[in-house]
């Protein structure tokens, strides 16, 4: 199991749930952060510091943000498991799911 990075993201990225993610196994794409399914370990310290709510356990997910999870891991199919974050910085590309989606405005 893994945590989820959903929709209030796109457009936002807080980061506020990198600083605490421990094993850095939060990515930042173009518009919105992603979760390695693979490097997380299910701490859940991210979860409760995101200011818009868009972090959730797996199978706690939203029905309507259920796509977010196969966004979530098809983020790194082209890029592995590259063992943390930081030493890649911003990765300039997004699931194909979030690059459709229209400019969302964020009120934090």
Request: charged share 30%.
């Amino acid at each position: 199991m893994t945590y989820v990075i959903a929709l209030p993201c796109v457009d936002l990225k807080d980061k506020s749930c990198i600083d605490e993610c421990p094993v850095d196994c939060i990515y930042e794409g173009e518009r919105m952060l992603y979760i390695h399914p693979d490097e997380c370990v299910d701490c859940g310290a991210c979860e409760p510091v995101c200011p818009v709510e868009a972090i959730y356990y797996e199978d706690d997910t939203p029905e309507e943000w259920a796509d977010y999870y196969d966004a979530n891991v098809e983020f790194f199919d082209d890029i592995g498991s590259p063992g943390g974050a930081a030493k890649l910085g911003l990765i300039p590309k997004d699931h194909p799911l979030i690059e459709a989606l229209p400019f969302q405005e964020q009120n934090v």
